[in-house]
Nanobody, 122 residues
Framework: QVQLVESGGGLVQPGGSLRLSCAASGSIFSINFMGWYRQAPEKERELVATITSGGTTTYADSVKGRFTISRDNAKNRVYLQMNSLKPEDTAVYYC????????????????WGKGTLVTVSS
């Protein structure tokens, strides 16, 4: 079994910062892609940022220059540093990853965390 657990969400004022963390645990053989998605009320889930095992990153246009994704491969963790937060960044943020387990190292499956709520409001 594999679990992704997010942490670090909360209430922050516009212009403030938060750092989200996602820890992957379980019978992990390897982690390829890791990413963050978000879903605002009454909106579809959208991609925020991704990072490969080699460190290549991509960002949604709406967060470029404000958010930074990073990962610690030794700890099976991915982070999202969010600066200059805006009210429109309010959403549940989900961690996502492509993971192979020790039981089937050649099979990669996609996993989701349960999400952490970020609220940007004065």
């Amino acid at each position: 079994q594999v679990q992704l657990v997010e942490s670090g969400g909360g209430l922050v004022q516009p212009g403030g910062s938060l750092r989200l963390s996602c820890a992957a645990s379980g019978s992990i053989f390897s982690i390829n892609f890791m990413g963050w998605y978000r879903q605002a009320p009454e909106k579809e889930r959208e991609l925020v940022a991704t990072i490969t095992s080699g460190g290549t990153t991509t960002y949604a246009d709406s967060v470029k220059g404000r958010f930074t994704i990073s990962r610690d491969n030794a700890k099976n963790r991915v982070y999202l540093q969010m600066n200059s937060l805006k009210p429109e960044d309010t959403a549940v943020y989900y961690c996502n990853a492509d993971i192979a387990t020790i039981f089937r190292p050649s099979d990669v499956m996609n996993y989701w965390g349960k999400g952490t709520l970020v609220t940007v409001s004065s």
